[in-house]
């Protein structure tokens, strides 16, 4: 399928991964890295002439302080926060955006996918301008992707647990990378200890938490402008798409990249920010650039970022098209042989 890379098949393999990591930046990539720390320069310029404060990341650190307001995460990344509160501010947003740049090009060195298309895209831009979490999540899910491959269960427990802090994006995609990892049960198992002892640390540093977060979504829900689910328009409906991949003959390799595409359709709140852990799997150039038309956002505002459910769209119907029409076209033949 021409859509995605060539090496889809060998995404999970340790050999491929660590020889990524150790090839050289490649002009593009070189010009992808630039321009992503040039821009983190133009938004830090940006905020400080036109008083702009970075809604993300200011938010990250108002925990620090006490203050939770639109604080959806699980509290056991609050340490992060209060020890980046301790560097100056602007520094300390400078070093956040540095930190996401590195981070996704280093996932989209594991997954196999393309790192200067990932640093180049609407989204890319969009997290670094608001000084989001998202990029260094996809990080800690890369660093599990790799630690299961090169068997290091405690530090792929580690690397999977950083990106469960958000729960729409460490809990499914987590969950289908520790499910469609090549290794026995009793490995899987072991990847859960250390996340299972720090979360319930986290209980007992905190243990009214998980009801503490329940309650602040009730009172004051986090803004959906930007969510690309189709939950806001066909609601349960949506789970469908879980269980075409399921049910259809696929490769293991494809059956994850369907499942992990419908996974911003279904879930009820996905943020078109997060769309860049997409993009750090082997998906090719198509959905990246049907989602830089997210830079229509300046013309039509959130209504043209809420439309991007199309770049996982194009995912999914990419890889389940061919099985679905190859399934009709052998099912009309044997009927026309009976019917001879």
Not at 82 to 103: D, E, K, M, T, V
Request: net charge positive; hydrophobic share 60%.
């Amino acid at each position: 399928m021409a859509l995605f890379h060539a090496n889809l098949a060998k995404f999970d393999a340790a050999a491929e991964m660590d020889a990524r990591l150790r090839s050289r930046i490649s002009l593009w990539e070189l010009f992808a890295l630039t321009l992503a720390f040039c821009s983190l320069g133009i938004f830090l310029w940006a905020h400080g002439q036109l008083n702009i404060v970075p809604f993300d990341y200011n938010n990250y650190l108002n925990t620090a302080e006490g203050n939770f307001l639109q604080f959806y995460y699980a509290e056991w990344v609050l340490p992060v926060f209060w020890l980046w509160a301790r560097i100056p501010y602007w520094w300390g947003y400078s070093l956040w955006g540095i930190l996401n740049i590195l981070c996704l090009f280093f996932a989209a060195r594991i997954f196999g996918g393309s790192s200067s298309l990932a640093l180049l895209s609407f989204q890319m831009f969009y997290v670094l301008f608001l000084g989001q979490i998202v990029g260094i999540l996809v990080g800690g899910l890369a660093l599990g992707w790799w630690a299961i491959a090169h068997r290091r269960w405690y530090l792929a427990g580690l690397g999977l647990f950083l990106a469960g802090a958000k729960f729409q994006i460490g809990i499914p995609f987590g969950l289908l990378l520790w499910l469609t990892a090549k290794v026995t049960w009793s490995e899987r198992l072991r990847v859960l200890v250390l996340p299972a002892i720090l979360a319930v640390l986290s209980l007992i540093w905190h243990p009214t938490w998980p009801i503490d977060l329940m309650t602040r979504i009730q009172d004051a829900p986090p803004y959906d402008w930007g969510s690309i689910s189709l939950w806001r328009w066909i609601g349960p409906a949506a789970l469908i798409l879980w269980l075409l991949p399921l049910l259809l003959p696929l490769a293991r390799e494809r059956r994850f990249l369907a499942l992990a595409a419908a996974c911003p359709l279904v879930i009820p709140y996905f943020q078109s920010a997060d769309l860049v852990t997409l993009y750090a799997l082997p998906v090719g150039w198509l959905p990246v650039l049907l989602g830089n038309l997210g830079f229509l956002f300046f013309e039509y505002g959130f209504q043209a970022l809420r439309w991007l459910w199309i770049v996982p769209m194009s995912v999914y119907l990419a890889i389940l098209s061919p099985v679905l029409y190859r399934l009709l076209h052998d099912n009309v033949f044997v009927h026309k042989a009976n019917d001879r």
